[in-house]
């Protein structure tokens, strides 16, 4: 099996700040998110200077799409993101618009199962539609308000459907090989590297653990990944 992807959800508003964080965790990371209050902050000047900085990362634009789905992510994807979001609660029409777009530039659409009621019945309808990755995700707001994406993921990774996964909601080093574990494909994380004292090196130990690397595992680890 393919080992994990790690994302980094970069929720700064502030431009340079977010370059430079950026600039600490890519080679820590597999795929640079910028995040919703951060892409509507700064617009796609940053998506374009990102891109030209980080030719080796996957960049992920949270645009969290609720209408008009191919002509929102329609720039988005010519500017070089590699994904980008669509709210599961967007009409079925609006999701259609940003895989359809995706398709057209090679790229991938991703479907946020955020404040979806029927996450069951919304997974396999896009799925069907030929949705690339499903978000679950457990926002900010949520967060604080105690959940937590763990019963979300186990599921949709319980429906078998063949598309990958992504995970997001307070995963962290301690927790990002449970969530490999319970299906997901790609793990993000956010305030567990932005808040760390250093960035770089609590992204690299995510990585190790969703990926079940030798700095997570010690010799255990090591002998699981010689033979993976
Ligand atoms: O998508 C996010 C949130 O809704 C704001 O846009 C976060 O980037 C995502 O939740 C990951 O961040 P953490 O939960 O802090 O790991």
Redesign the pocket.
Known sequence: MAKPLVQM?L?SLDFDQTVALATTVAPHVDIL?I???CIKYNGIKLLETLRAKFPNNKILV?LKTMDAGFYEAEPFYKAGADIVTVLGTADIGTIKGVIDVANKYGKKAQIDL?NVADKAARTREVAKLGAHIIGV????DQ?AAGQTPFADLGLVSGLNLGVDISV????KATTAKQVVDAGATIV?????IYGAADPAAAAAEISAAAKGSQSSGGLFGWLKNLFS
């Open positions: 959800a929720d998110e995040g919703t209050p949270d955020i995700h457990t926002g900010l967060q997001a909601g307070g995963v993000v994380a956010g305030a567990a």
